[in-house]
């Protein structure tokens, strides 16, 4: 780190930190990564950038972003959490199918589906390329926002036997450590 060619990020950029985003959109296959100090922040940016206030995510019920992220959700993007509950912590389709309701000036409308892989909760159970490709479909026919919580997609990809870009193909929004 002491070596490492730096810039202004504000003024020009830091061109270390710059290569790191481009790498990170090349394994990814996103057009653009955008570093984040944090999992966290980077799971609320994606999440805030997909829904509306007063909305609904919908996401499995012991997914990360339900129980170890302070309500961020509530708090920064004016959004509730509609859990959905799985009894392997893995989403399907069908499932997600099953969390929508007819529109009604009574309840919520769900503005965006969030996707956890691997699902930490759930002792790392890696949701499949062909399950994801199903409840990925399922949240586009629903005109749902799809952010992928990917804070262990390394692990899934390794899992999965796939290159890392193809689980995260057709999500919104990506979220990865490299911690």
């Known amino acids: 780190?002491?070596?490492?060619?730096?810039?202004?990020?504000?003024?020009?950029?830091?061109?270390?930190?710059?290569?790191?985003?481009?790498?990170?959109?090349?394994?990814?296959?996103?057009?653009?990564?955008?570093?984040?100090?944090?999992?966290?922040?980077?799971?609320?940016?994606?999440?805030?950038l997909l829904v509306e206030q007063g909305t609904e995510v919908i996401l499995e019920a012991n997914a990360h972003l339900v129980h170890y992220e302070l309500a961020g959700i509530a708090v920064l993007s004016g959004a509730q959490i509609?859990?959905?509950?799985?009894?392997?912590?893995?989403?399907?389709?069908?499932?997600?199918?099953?969390?929508?309701?007819?529109?009604?000036?009574?309840?919520p409308r769900i503005s965006a589906l969030a996707i956890e892989n691997t699902h930490n909760a759930a002792g790392g159970r890696v949701l499949s390329v062909a399950v994801f490709d199903c409840v990925v479909r399922a949240a586009r026919d629903a005109k749902l926002g799809v952010h992928l919580d990917g804070a262990r997609l390394w692990n899934a990809a390794v899992a999965a036997h796939v290159p890392t870009a193809r689980l995260t193909r057709g999500a919104d929004t990506v979220m990865v450590s490299i911690s």
């Not at 057009?31 to 100090?37: K, S």
């Not at 859990?83 to 009574?106: F, K, Y």
């Open 82 to 107: 509609r859990p959905i509950t799985t009894s392997d912590g893995l989403l399907t389709a069908d499932l997600v199918r099953s969390a929508l309701r007819p529109a009604s000036p009574h309840v």
């Open 1 to 48: 780190m002491a070596d490492a060619e730096v810039g202004d990020d504000v003024l020009d950029g830091d061109p270390t930190t710059r290569r790191l985003e481009q790498r990170i959109a090349e394994l990814l296959g996103t057009e653009d990564a955008l570093f984040f100090p944090s999992g966290t922040q980077a799971n609320q940016t994606g999440i805030g």
